[in-house]
């Protein structure tokens, strides 16, 4: 007969007591609340393919998640051609999110959520954006809160589904992983600048770069444009480019950033929250690129700004020391 000691018994008691927790905490795990769903069957279908496996095995797993599940109507509505490749396994990575995220903190507007999925050509993540676009008046209050990979938005349903290892938020739309710079500049027929990109010689090292920020100045503002070597297209592409993932969030009056060729760019938001990059107006932002953001421009960004026109780099509050720091940065950049 085995004897315990008092000590042992506890110990045991305590190894049961976080097992049952264990056990009881994954009981409704994300991927049964999909095969549950009458609204998600061709989601779960997916999740249930050989190639799939991996994302269903996440799905059952302890780690937290949350997963932006279109529906079936959001499905039968997309014409995506979905068979036994890659791009399946892609395409649920970019709906999936580390963490509890519930619909109540999905408030602060705009936010930008790194997926589980990763860019093959750089080993980025891949982000979504959510947008918050409550409309409030005294008499009624229509939320409603967009999620978007940058070219098209989804509505997402106020009511979430809760499980042991995760939260469920069901959308209206299929995202698809934001395309690389070169793709997304022709869906949005930006040609006089994708051409300018080519001939630059700088089109492959951008496509390889990490967190980019890009602002492309629209066909009819480069009409006018005539670069004549390849020297000053690397310089006119530098000018656009920023070497961070800049949001329009990020872009707050008074602040401003540093472009590839050490040119600072003031931000300034009018009356309207029109944003402009110091006289260059944004017409769209957040154009979700495969390694950062795209931005397009009414018009080029010129060198040799005025100082006047310049603010202070870095994000820092204006002052004495900033000030000076510009004067420094402008007669150096003049030289």
Known sequence: ?????????????????????????????????????????????????????????????????????????????????????????????????????????????????????????????????????????????????????????????????????????????????????????????????SNILSLSGLASTLEHTQNLTVFAPTNEALSKTSLSDVKSLEAFVRNHVVSSRIYSRDLQDGYSIWTESRMPMLIRRDSQSNIYIDNVKILQSDRLLSNGVLYVVNSPIEPGQPLYTIGLANRQSAGYWGWLMLVVANILYSV
């Open 1 to 193: 007969m085995v004897h315990l000691s008092l000590v042992h018994f506890v110990y045991l008691c305590k190894v049961y007591f976080i097992i049952a927790c264990s056990s009881q905490r994954i009981r409704f795990t994300l991927q049964e609340a999909i095969d549950s769903d009458s609204t998600l069957t061709t989601f779960s279908a997916l999740t249930s393919l050989d190639i799939t496996r991996p994302i269903a095995d996440l799905l059952v797993g302890l780690e937290e998640y949350t997963i932006f599940a279109p529906t079936d109507e959001a499905f039968d509505s997309t014409n995506l051609g979905l068979g036994l490749t890659n791009d399946t396994v892609d395409l649920l990575r970019y709906h999936i999110v580390r963490g509890r995220h519930h619909y109540a903190d999905l408030q602060s507007n705009p936010q930008f959520l790194p997926t589980i999925l990763n860019s093959t050509v750089v080993n980025d993540k891949q982000y979504l954006g959510i947008y918050n676009r409550t409309a409030a008046s005294a008499r009624n209050k229509d939320t409603k809160i967009e999620v978007t990979d940058g070219k098209k938005r989804g509505k997402i349903a106020t009511e979430e589904i809760e499980t042991g290892n995760g939260i469920i938020l069901k959308i209206d739309r299929v995202l698809t992983p934001p395309a690389t710079l070169a793709k997304s500049l022709h869906r949005l027929n930006l040609t006089a600048f």
